[in-house]
Nanobody, 113 residues
Framework: QVHLVEPGGGLVQPGGSLRLSCAAS????????MSWYRQAPGKERELVAR???????NYEDSVKGRFTISRDNAKNTVYLQMNSLKPEDTAVYYC???????WGQGTQVTVSS
């Protein structure tokens, strides 16, 4: 059974940093592209960053240069390092495995002074 658990959210001041992690189980993690999505209040869920099995990465324009996605196949975990956070980054963040229709509970990130 697929499980994705995303701890690591919280409240951070503008300009601060936060690292999210997503622990995966129930599928062969290393052969799946992994992504981070986010959903802000009143908005649709959007793709934030993606890391392929070959560790190629892609980012949504507004987070380029600030966010870094990475993966550790030995730990079945994908990370999202978020720096220079802005209030508009406030959202619930989710990880997802490409092609697997499963969403975890997500983790709330709030950027506010």
């Amino acid at each position: 059974q697929v499980h994705l658990v995303e701890p690591g959210g919280g409240l951070v001041q503008p300009g601060g940093s936060l690292r999210l992690s997503c622990a995966a189980s129930g599928f062969p993690f290393s052969v799946y592209t992994m992504s981070w999505y986010r959903q802000a209040p009143g908005k649709e869920r959007e793709l934030v960053a993606r890391v392929s099995t070959g560790e190629n990465t892609n980012y949504e324009d507004s987070v380029k240069g600030r966010f870094t996605i990475s993966r550790d196949n030995a730990k079945n975990t994908v990370y999202l390092q978020m720096n220079s956070l802005k209030p508009e980054d406030t959202a619930v963040y989710y990880c997802r495995a490409a092609g697997i229709e499963y969403w975890g509970q997500g983790t709330q990130v709030t950027v506010s002074s």
